[in-house]
């Protein structure tokens, strides 16, 4: 099976979408995060402008420690 990514420009055509699969009985997910951030988090990745924090060290790979 395909996964469609869709970009509505409106609440009115989200609305239009998901009753559309609702009636054909699609699955729907929503991302539970802005777009704007996403978009944010991803402009980051490219740059290289983060920071990776080690579960087990937190604090170290802040280096705050």
Known sequence: METLIMHPQSKDQVTALKAIAKA???SVETSPYNPDFV???KKAEKR???TEIDPNDVWG???LK
């Open 24 to 26: 054909w009985k699609i």
């Open 39 to 41: 978009a944010m988090v």
């Open 48 to 50: 290289g402008n983060f």
């Open 61 to 63: 790979s802040l280096k």
